[in-house]
């Protein structure tokens, strides 16, 4: 495995990046881990808010088994080792935005063990390998509840609905060696999370955070001391915040400095990171095992169950796509990147394959291309997502079929597919009001063919004489002839035979 060759250049040579992350993504369940309050994003302040959630005395947490079972699909999803003995610890601190006084957490014995995610190359993005990315252990743990302040000079305001929701904390290795191998890594994480349906992976709100740890050395050396800049909420962000970081240090070393390991900030406004406060190790916290709640055991059955609801995933889809389909390394990458992109292709696919009468493999390569260069235009020009296609893949398979079975040619399909989107109407009945269909009766072009080649004796000549390009004029003037509605293999064939 050759490292990508990501490096700053100090005073003193080049410096190379180690990063690690931890990243918090919110559990998608519709209750809390240990209550039965409600998770919903934007809810107003304290409406989601438990006794449990409060910290009331007394209360006693139960563990949530969807939480539970999302987080074993999450790790069997990134091929880890899931432990079916597991406990929760408490990790003690004092915060106005936790109310137990302490969070409930996994330190010695987390639920995923040992997993790694596969980023791949990218030239562009500086990529030069697909490289396999260690992930440490995924564990389960309540996030805490939300403060503001300075909304009114004098106050500060505590917002619980968050408080007890759970996360699963997924730590990778010290693997990434580039702010593009951590962005592909964030971003492939999102797109397994979303697949297996375990986080929705928005991260503008919050449902995944990603705390950046950061360190510098001169290549070859060992690790240097890290920083972890903390809850950096967009792919962009994580590759700045690095960016920033690794600069920083280099200047601190090589001006004679010492890095502390510490926690900081990360400003959107500005690109850089500031100190927060110095950092905790984990003694500081007394972690111990939470007395409330027993061991979580998880048996053979659950386990199974667990990995039978499992979709494909993005690497063995990508792979089929490309093995099975036929599609281009490229288009099987842009068609798996989401789960909306592959749903609406595995749509279209299944429907083109219905209207032509074949197999899915045969009409892949047409359903592809078109969803790429003709739906993704259309719709970019509209501004609008797939999501939000104002025509099914029902629909454009009917147009699709049109395509296959020659009754229009591609050209005249992209003026069909505008007329749909503007009208509402089916392909088929804009082809027949609009009078589009390919004419592919040989006798009409023949006679079109015979008009312009007396129009154009000099022409013929000079293409007889050797100028063979003329051919592409010819071609020209007979689509011209016949409104762009005569099937062009058609047209070239009867060009070749009377041009001899
Ligand atoms: P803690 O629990 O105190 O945050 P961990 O040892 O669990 O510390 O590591 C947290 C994260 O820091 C992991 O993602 C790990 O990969 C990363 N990390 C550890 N050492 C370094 C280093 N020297 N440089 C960059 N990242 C590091
Ligand atoms: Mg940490």
Redesign the pocket.
Same mark, same amino acid.
């Given at each position: 495995m050759t490292e990508s060759t990501y490096r700053i250049q100090g005073a003193t040579g080049d410096w190379e990046v180690?990063?690690?992350? #931890?990243i918090h993504a919110q559990v998608t369940s519709n209750s809390k881990l240990f209550s039965s309050s409600a998770t919903a994003f934007g809810a107003e302040p304290n409406t989601q808010v438990s006794l449990i959630d409060a910290a009331m005395p007394g209360m006693l947490p139960v563990p949530n088994g969807e939480c539970i079972r999302q987080a074993v699909r999450t790790g069997m999803a990134i091929d880890a080792q899931i432990n079916k003995w597991s406990r929760f610890d408490r990790k003690n601190y004092f915060y106005a935005d936790l109310p137990q006084g302490y969070q409930i957490s996994q330190l010695y014995h987390p639920l995923v063990g040992e997993g790694s995610l596969t980023i791949e190359a990218d030239e562009k993005a500086g990529i030069p390998e697909t490289k396999v990315i260690g992930i #440490?252990r995924i564990h389960v743990e309540q996030d805490a509840g939300k403060l503001m302040h300075d909304q009114h000079p004098t106050m500060s305001y505590v917002d619980l609905n968050r408080s007890g929701v759970a996360l699963m904390e997924i730590? &990778? +290795?010290?693997d990434m060696r580039s702010p593009a191998e951590a962005g592909a890594y964030v971003s492939k994480l999102r797109t397994i999370l979303r697949y297996v349906g375990s986080c929705d992976g928005n991260m503008d709100q919050g449902s995944m955070r990603c705390d950046v740890?950061? &360190?510098v050395r001169k290549p070859g050396d060992e690790?240097?001391? +890290?920083t972890?800049t903390k809850n950096v909420n967009s792919v962009r962000f994580v590759m700045q915040t690095i960016e920033h970081e690794a600069n920083r240090q280099v200047d601190v070393i090589e001006g004679g400095g010492k890095i502390v390991q510490e926690t900081r900030l990360f400003d959107p406004n500005t690109g850089t990171t500031r100190s927060m406060r110095s950092?905790e190790?984990?003694h500081d916290y007394r972690y111990f095992p939470d007395p409330d709640l027993l061991p979580l055991e998880l048996d053979d059955a659950f386990l199974e169950e667990c990995r039978a609801s499992l979709p494909e995933l993005p690497d063995a889809k990508r792979a089929r796509y490309e093995g099975e389909l036929g599609l281009s390394t490229y288009n099987a990458a842009v068609l798996t990147a989401d789960v909306d992109t592959f749903g609406w292709f595995e749509a279209l696919l299944a429907e083109t394959a219905t209207a032509q009468g074949k197999a899915p493999a045969e009409v892949a390569k047409q359903a592809a291309n078109w969803l790429i260069s003709e739906l993704f235009g259309a719709l970019n020009k509209l501004g609008r997502s797939l999501a939000e296609s104002p025509i099914s893949p029902q629909q454009a398979a009917e147009l699709l079929a049109l395509v296959g079975k020659g009754t229009i040619s591609g050209s005249i399909a992209k003026q069909v597919l505008e007329i749909m989107l503007e009208t509402g109407d089916g392909a088929g009945v804009i082809v027949e009001r609009e009078g589009l269909k390919q004419e592919s009766d040989t006798g009409a072009i023949e006679a079109k063919v015979d008009e312009i080649l007396a129009a154009n004796g000099d022409k013929v000549e000079q293409y007889r004489g050797g100028k063979v390009a003329l051919f592409g004029f010819f071609v020209g003037q007979t689509m011209k002839a016949m409104q762009g509605k005569a099937n062009p293999q058609v047209v070239n064939e009867i060009l070749k035979s009377r041009l001899g």
């Open positions: 180690v990063i690690g992350l #931890e #440490e730590v &990778s +290795r010290p740890n950061v &360190s690790f240097g001391t +890290r972890e950092k190790d984990a």
